[in-house]
């Protein structure tokens, strides 16, 4: 009642102040008539109670359509306040596994004791340059600060807790603000740039550019999900939808021009298989007729090479089709594979399709109300030609704008050109970068297996050897395909890359066999099962190379529990003692525990 007296004595008042209005224009009407001549004209004057009265009867008009009993609240489209807190959200989410995983691998990695030392990592670099800039532009990272890192493993571990620890915050509140999404982005950036093989893959260069770019989509320093003074700029509306147009046209046309089964839609029959890390959906995918998989690799290529293209259709319904489509394609890919947090993370640029609109359903009432009340702001503003943004920060998107546009002048020409690289940065600080994916499928699915021996005499026929199980790579013919994603197990996945190379590409595994030999603990944190465990340690470690088959879903194998058939194919590494390795050992600045 209280509001209703409230309205009706506004419209008093304002009643009273158009009879005055109209009493003043009589007046002067009289004036002129007497005077025989019009009065001098007067400087036009902004009528202020107009504007207030049409600023009260839009927001009232907005009350009306929120509050009245039974209508079913209806955004308008064109806006993108839900898209950001959606998409801040789940690039939190993505940064959080990130520093994960980051947290509890890295020591093992490249800690102090790691296989691959982050710390002989940077000084070989300091070596080569040795001023503080020049090392930056070709390591950009925060670690050259804490030299001579006599202790890197507080280092690594302190930079992932601080990550994953802002992570939460964004994810749990929905909000971020340039000095925070900047954090993440550098810490993040610290550890891939000292990450070496362990981060050389290109969801890491995805993760920053993704992340880079969301820095210039919220407030300076105020945190709010939705800033009055901050609608979603447009370069991160188009900034990310010029993200995944790149990302999914370069992953189609490097398989268009790379291996010729992706053209006689063939690669299905063998991805399922021979992809890094099968999750035990795929084990069944894997078993499907030839149909479907050439059915499944020609839907690939459409989604890659011709859905993308609808970003420049200028109509909504085109972007929200792509979106959807794009993201449905990474939740497949996600169902049959443990591609780290690479396919959540291409789902992150694709949420920019999306408006308010479309989006409401996913949000409660109450900031379905704020919305409706902000798009309401905008007619106002419209209606007086007041902008939102402040003109400072219109400077700085146009800015990012101008840079985004510059840095992809090479990223055209590589898609362009007949010999696409991809996964590859074109600026030291990886802000635009080409992508791409599976250019080539192997058809053939080989493992290295890890073995030791307690026997003084590896050459001994009667010697047993016992394997060592990984966590998630196939090993034990029993065990089921592991189901991880958006996890990911990075020593798991560069033993499949080395089961196709030889293992002097590969020095690490070498260190890890020596880390075998000393029962290093660890080797527990990285693997699933260590056969030497709480035991003395083996005399010699040898590696050997299988070929893996699925079992057929049904047959006799299958029936007996396996998931795997494997075939042994030769010596990979041939018994080695730590003795044996000490040459190698020297030359890569590695110590042993004794050493330690």
Request: hydrophobic share 40%.
């Amino acid at each position: 009642m209280s509001e209703l007296r409230e309205r009706k004595k506004q419209k008093d008042v304002s009643d009273s102040d158009n009879e005055q209005d109209d009493e003043k224009r009589e007046n002067e009407s009289r004036n002129i008539e007497k005077s025989g001549s019009p009065l001098p004209p007067k400087k036009v004057e902004p009528d202020l109670r107009w504007i207030k009265r049409l600023q009260s009867d839009l927001l009232s008009s907005g009350d009306k359509r929120r509050s009245a009993p039974g209508v079913k609240l209806v955004l308008e489209q064109g806006t993108y306040w839900l898209t950001r807190i959606l998409f801040l959200r789940f690039l939190s989410f993505i940064y959080l596994v990130a520093f994960l995983v980051s947290y509890n691998q890295n020591k093992q990695l490249i800690g102090n004791n790691g296989l691959t030392p982050a710390r002989n990592f940077l000084l070989n670099v300091g070596d080569q340059f040795p001023d503080l800039y020049s090392r930056m532009v070709h390591v950009p990272t925060l670690f050259w600060l804490g030299s001579p890192w006599e202790d890197m493993d507080q280092l690594l571990d302190g930079v992932a807790l601080a990550g994953a620890g802002l992570a939460v915050v964004v994810l749990v509140t929905g909000a971020a603000n340039m000095l925070v999404m900047a954090t993440m982005w550098v810490l993040y950036h610290s550890l891939v740039s000292v990450g070496q093989a362990w981060f050389s893959f290109g969801w890491e260069s995805q993760l920053l550019e993704t992340g880079f770019l969301a820095i210039w989509c919220v407030p300076a320093l105020s945190w709010q999900r939705m800033p009055r003074k901050l609608p979603s700029p447009w370069v991160c509306v188009w900034g990310y939808r010029w993200l995944i147009f790149r990302i999914m046209l370069g992953a189609g046309l490097i398989k268009i021009r790379g291996d010729k089964c992706w053209k006689d839609l063939t690669c299905m029959n063998y991805f399922y298989q021979t992809q890094p890390n099968p999750n035990p959906l795929a084990y069944f995918s894997h078993q499907a007729p030839d149909a479907w998989h050439k059915f499944e690799t020609f839907g690939n290529h459409v989604i890659e090479l011709f859905l993308p293209f609808f970003t420049f259709i200028p109509h909504r319904s085109a972007w929200i089709f792509n979106g959807c489509f794009q993201m449905f394609f990474q939740c497949v890919l996600i169902s049959t594979g443990n591609l780290s947090f690479l396919n959540w993370l291409t789902i992150a640029p694709s949420i920019w399709y999306l408006d308010d609109k479309f989006l409401a359903f996913t949000f409660s009432e109450a900031t379905n109300r704020q919305v409706l009340y902000l798009q309401d702001e905008d007619k106002i503003n419209k209606q007086l030609r007041k902008p939102r943004t402040p003109l400072l920060r219109k400077l700085l998107t146009a800015g990012i704008a101008c840079l985004l546009a510059y840095l992809s002048i090479p990223i055209v020409y590589n898609l362009a050109s007949p010999k696409q690289a991809m996964n590859r940065s074109f600026d030291p600080l990886r802000l635009v970068n080409t992508y791409g994916a599976f250019g080539s499928v192997t058809k053939e699915r080989t493992e290295v297996v890890i073995e030791g021996t307690s026997s003084f005499n590896p050459e001994d026929p009667s010697t047993v050897w016992k394997e060592y199980e990984f966590k998630c790579k196939p090993g034990n013919v029993s065990r089921a395909p592991c189901l991880i994603s958006p996890y990911h197990y990075r020593l798991d996945w560069l033993m499949w890359f080395a089961a196709f190379q030889q293992y002097q590409q590969n020095p690490w595994l070498l260190h890890l066999m020596g880390k075998m030999l000393e029962n290093d603990p660890v080797v527990d944190s990285l693997i699933d099962k260590n056969p030497f465990k709480d035991k003395k340690p083996p005399k010699f470690i040898r590696a050997r190379h299988y070929k893996y088959t699925f079992t057929k879903s049904g047959g006799k194998a299958a029936s007996l529990g396996r998931w795997w058939g494997r075939k042994l194919i030769g010596e990979y590494v041939p018994p080695v003692s730590l003795g044996m390795l000490s040459q190698v050992y020297q030359q890569y600045g590695w110590r042993t525990r004794q050493e330690q």
